[in-house]
């Protein structure tokens, strides 16, 4: 049984660290901001010069001020703070982010980054996407395991425009955790989602990986 996508944000959360400084990607990566784990003391960090972000609100609590990088409505905490969206990417581009967790279309097994564009279609940009990757101590990928015409998105080689060369970190989706030590060092699969088994993750991968996890 694959993870739902608040499954996947959940276990994202458990990246997190007491203290950390964290930037929260477009798509599945905002909903980690409804799983950081009671007393543990994180600050979300948003491009457009948002620090302090809260959880998403309810229905009745929705702000259409208060908005994220992505335009998402989201809630303010006692401790928010507003800054230029120029000081906001200074925190990025000068390693004041301790870890960024960010969706993508492709991730290699050397780490490589693809997730702002599909050549052919319109996009707006990269956004801050470039910036997190080579400002960023730590990243995370959250994505589906597959695409919607079923091929791998963890593979031997991106074959879409990259964001950053061996960049990622971590790798999360709907069906397992992969994880390398370091950077240039092979990615090695940890956890699978309950009831999929190393052997059908193998079977939906590309990329080459270690097993830490038991068949």
Not at 139 to 148: F, T
Request: hydrophobic content about 45%.
């Amino acid at each position: 049984m694959a993870w739902t996508r608040h499954q996947m944000a959940s276990r994202a959360a458990r990246e997190l660290a007491d203290g950390f400084y964290v930037n929260l990607g477009i798509g599945i990566p905002t909903l980690v901001s409804n799983h950081i784990p009671p007393g543990l003391d994180v600050t979300l960090q948003s491009e457009n010069g948002m620090l302090g972000l809260g959880p998403f609100p309810l229905e009745t609590a929705v702000d259409p001020d208060i908005i994220n990088a992505g335009k998402q409505t989201i809630t303010e905490l006692d401790r928010t703070s507003y800054v230029s969206s120029a000081d906001s990417f200074g925190m990025i581009r000068g390693g004041h982010i301790d870890l960024a967790i960010l969706g993508a279309m492709e991730v290699a097994e050397n780490g490589d980054l693809a997730n702002w564009m599909v050549p052919g279609r319109m996009v707006k940009g990269p956004g801050g996407a470039m910036d997190l990757v080579a400002g960023v101590r730590r990243i995370v990928v959250l994505m589906e395991h597959v695409a919607r015409d079923g091929s791998a998105k963890f593979r031997r080689r991106c074959t879409l425009p990259l964001t950053g060369a061996g960049v990622v970190d971590v790798v999360i989706t709907d069906l397992a955790v992969f994880e390398r030590p370091e950077r240039g060092a092979r990615f090695r699969l940890l956890e699978c989602a309950p009831d999929v088994t190393p052997a059908m993750v193998r079977e939906r991968t590309e990329a080459d990986y270690e097993e830490d996890v038991m068949a």
